[in-house]
T-cell receptor
């Protein structure tokens, strides 16, 4: 079974530029998460999708971050414009359930450096 | 809102020894799940073990076991016969109902020869 795929693995941009990350969840997984993990900390949820609908985006900085999950499969996370404090690893995860929390499977993440 | 606390930023253990990582949580939920995830330098989060709150029996997966104390809201991870490959960040996580996982800040475990 293929795992959660993310690209790119690494990205370096200057502040005020824009960047986009892509995630392909495990086939059949209804729930998709984007987490932000700052160095030395645990992952923090940015947004949770159930199929192609948003379940929780309360911690997403909506003035600069956006995310979409078209057709309930792949997802993209965009930052525009980026700030220095956005430097972090962005993790995508998916889970099978139709809602109730179960085990989440993670991708390898994208390390973003904003200079 | 749920909170997860890992009070040990770093732990060290020698190969073949046993180590216990601590985790406490706070919730008003009665039915929930607790997880330990491992994150090696490759960054991929891997599930180590999972515990359903309604189960009194502690979960065990090979060398990994938990001590789940529901009343105390404590969920510690015991690693027996530690191996060099166990070196990683370990995150405790909480999930309930339809909400997402809440993670602690992690414990860096270093296994030395």
């Amino acid at each position: 079974e293929a795992g959660v795929a993310q690209s790119p693995r690494y990205k370096i941009i200057e502040k005020r530029q824009s960047v986009a990350f892509w995630c392909n969840p495990i086939s059949g997984h209804a729930t998709l998460y984007w987490y932000q993990q700052i160095l030395g900390q645990g992952p923090k949820l940015l947004i949770q999708f159930q199929n192609n609908g948003v379940v929780d985006d309360s911690q997403l900085p909506k003035d600069r971050f956006s995310a979409e999950r078209l057709k309930g499969v792949d997802s993209t996370l965009k930052i525009q414009p980026a700030k220095l404090e956005d430097s972090a690893v962005y993790l995508c995860a998916s889970s099978l359930s139709g809602g109730e929390v179960t085990e989440a499977f993670f991708g390898q993440g994208t390390r973003l450096t904003v200079v | 809102a749920q909170t997860v606390t890992q009070s040990q930023p770093e732990m060290s253990v020698q190969e073949a020894e046993t180590v216990t990582l601590s985790c406490t949580y706070d919730t008003s939920e009665n039915n929930y799940y607790l997880f330990w995830y491992k994150q090696p330098p490759s960054r991929q989060m891997i599930l180590v073990i999972r515990q359903e709150a309604y189960k009194q029996q502690n979960a065990t997966e090979n060398r990994f076991s938990v001590n789940f104390q529901k009343a105390a809201k404590s969920f510690s991870l015991k690693i027996s016969d530690s191996q060099l490959g166990d070196t990683a960040m370990y995150f405790c996580a909480f999930g309930a109902g339809y909400s997402t996982l809440t993670f602690g800040k992690g414990t860096m475990l270093l296994v030395s020869p």
